[in-house]
């Protein structure tokens, strides 16, 4: 059994599919605080976890004019300044569950917690490109960095992806070969001893296990890059799909669910107030500014509190302009409805775009059941 070695895994998490392990965290916990602790962070495996041996573990960055440069892990830690973000991953599939309720779609049935924020330290991709003999001459041919992991199927192939060349060598693109996570080397099932962090892009890109970094004129030619993580039209079938006819998903578009009540809770009419608590995140560093909260499916609105520290702490300033990478966590409490016997309780959030969710799940209904953003209700009922 290739998945004998995988790690021990929290008892409270919810398993999709337990070889390769795919789990998420009760909503509730997801949002008792604004770090997800490391234990209880989603976890998205496609193949057995790697064992990686820190002394023998070598990076190997190619397709430079300076030939292969090969890192030992030391040498990663300590040749490269040491950076350190707070940044929310989210899987592409999270909330696919609401997407098969509209119509089967293949894939994990994730609910909404196949999302969760972290702090991630290590070198700065960027620094290790630069050493590895990135010049603006080679932007003239080069337009991706691919990742491949150290994760294998059966026949040795590897997980692998890419990122635009842009995202890679920006100074503000903050894109990580992290080796901590929370404070702590990166665990197991998240990617020991170093994974890739693309914050503000979708989970499948931040390649765990990292094995190898390719600047090259295409596309990683793996099968994630190229025939799964895109978007399709409601419209599009399995007879008909053409995956080379969308791009590669990226940036994730603005998304927000509501964490607690959970769906189908009671709440009693003595309390004369409800408490709705859930979290909000854009991708490509956009900064939620709004999140809106309804009690009567929609047709009233009310604006919840935003927060992006833990409880007790200051309020933070905003990030620079497009490096929001991390979610916000919002709570709305308000008087429960005087004659209501139940509430659909609804969210939506708001970016420093103005972009905005959806408002249900049909015209965005894609087969893979990716990219699912609509308004989150919840139906509570009211007990006298
Ligand atoms: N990297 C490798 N090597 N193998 C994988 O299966 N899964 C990807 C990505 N990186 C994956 C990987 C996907 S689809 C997601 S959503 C994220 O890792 C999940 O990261 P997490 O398990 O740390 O939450
Ligand atoms: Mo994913």
């Given at each position: 059994?290739?998945?004998?070695?995988?790690?021990?895994?929290?008892?409270?998490?919810?398993?999709?599919?337990?070889?390769?392990?795919?789990?998420?965290?009760?909503?509730?916990?997801?949002?008792?605080?604004?770090?997800?602790?490391?234990?209880?962070?989603?976890?998205?495996?496609?193949?057995?976890?790697?064992?990686?041996?820190?002394?023998?573990?070598?990076?190997?960055?190619?397709?430079?004019?300076?030939?292969?440069?090969?890192?030992?892990?030391?040498?990663?830690?300590?040749?490269?300044?040491?950076?350190?973000?707070?940044?929310?991953?989210?899987?592409?599939?999270?909330?696919?569950?609401?997407?098969?309720?509209?119509?089967?779609?293949?894939?994990?049935?994730?609910?909404?917690?196949?999302?969760?924020?972290?702090?991630?330290?290590g070198a700065r991709l960027r620094d290790v490109l630069l050493a590895a003999g990135y010049g603006p001459d080679v932007a003239k041919w080069a337009c991706h960095v691919q990742f491949e992991g150290l994760d294998k199927d059966v026949t040795g192939t590897t997980y692998g992806s890419s990122i635009p060349l842009n995202k890679a060598v920006n100074e503000e693109g903050d894109v990580l070969l992290a080796y901590e996570m929370n404070g702590e080397d990166l665990p197991a099932d998240h990617g020991y001893p170093v994974r890739v962090l693309v914050p503000g892009t979708v989970g499948a890109?931040?390649?765990?296990?990292?094995?190898?970094?390719?600047?090259?004129?295409?596309?990683?030619?793996?099968?994630?890059?190229?025939?799964?993580?895109?978007?399709?039209?409601?419209?599009?079938?399995?007879?008909?799909?053409?995956?080379?006819?969308?791009?590669?998903?990226?940036?994730?578009?603005?998304?927000?669910?509501?964490?607690?009540?959970?769906?189908?809770?009671?709440?009693?009419?003595?309390?004369?107030?409800?408490?709705?608590?859930?979290?909000?995140?854009?991708?490509?560093?956009?900064?939620?500014?709004?999140?809106?909260?309804?009690?009567?499916?929609?047709?009233?609105?009310?604006?919840?509190?935003?927060?992006?520290?833990?409880?007790?702490?200051?309020?933070?300033?905003?990030?620079?302009?497009?490096?929001?990478?991390?979610?916000?966590?919002?709570?709305?409490?308000?008087?429960?409805?005087?004659?209501?016997?139940?509430?659909?309780?609804?969210?939506?959030?708001?970016?420093?775009?103005?972009?905005?969710?959806?408002?249900?799940?049909?015209?965005?209904?894609?087969?893979?059941?990716?990219?699912?953003?609509?308004?989150?209700?919840?139906?509570?009922?009211?007990?006298?």
């Amino acid at each position: 059994d290739p998945y004998s070695s995988d790690p021990k895994r929290h008892p409270v998490l919810r398993i999709n599919s337990q070889k390769p392990f795919n789990a998420e965290p009760p909503p509730e916990l997801l949002t008792d605080s604004y770090i997800t602790p490391s234990a209880i962070f989603f976890k998205r495996n496609h193949l057995p976890v790697p064992q990686v041996d820190p002394a023998s573990y070598r990076l190997h960055v190619e397709g430079l004019p300076g030939g292969v440069l090969t890192l030992s892990l030391e040498e990663l830690k300590t040749r490269f300044p040491k950076h350190t973000i707070t940044a929310t991953l989210q899987c592409a599939g999270n909330r696919r569950s609401e997407m098969n309720q509209v119509k089967q779609v293949k894939g994990l049935n994730w609910g909404i917690a196949a999302i969760s924020n972290a702090t991630w330290s290590g070198a700065r991709l960027r620094d290790v490109l630069l050493a590895a003999g990135y010049g603006p001459d080679v932007a003239k041919w080069a337009c991706h960095v691919q990742f491949e992991g150290l994760d294998k199927d059966v026949t040795g192939t590897t997980y692998g992806s890419s990122i635009p060349l842009n995202k890679a060598v920006n100074e503000e693109g903050d894109v990580l070969l992290a080796y901590e996570m929370n404070g702590e080397d990166l665990p197991a099932d998240h990617g020991y001893p170093v994974r890739v962090l693309v914050p503000g892009t979708v989970g499948a890109r931040n390649v765990k296990w990292l094995g190898k970094i390719i600047v090259s004129a295409e596309e990683s030619n793996s099968h994630w890059q190229q025939n799964d993580y895109k978007g399709f039209s409601p419209g599009t079938d399995w007879d008909t799909v053409d995956f080379k006819s969308a791009p590669a998903i990226q940036e994730l578009p603005i998304q927000s669910a509501i964490t607690t009540p959970a769906d189908g809770a009671v709440v009693n009419r003595s309390g004369e107030e409800v408490t709705v608590k859930g979290y909000a995140w854009s991708g490509g560093g956009r900064e939620v500014v709004r999140v809106d909260v309804s009690l009567d499916g929609g047709k009233t609105w009310q604006v919840a509190q935003l927060r992006s520290t833990e409880k007790e702490q200051a309020p933070k300033p905003s990030p620079p302009p497009g490096r929001a990478w991390a979610w916000k966590l919002w709570e709305l409490t308000a008087p429960l409805p005087p004659e209501a016997q139940e509430l659909e309780i609804v969210c939506k959030a708001v970016d420093n775009s103005y972009n905005m969710q959806p408002d249900t799940v049909p015209p965005i209904w894609n087969l893979r059941g990716v990219l699912s953003n609509a308004w989150h209700r919840v139906k509570v009922n009211i007990r006298e």
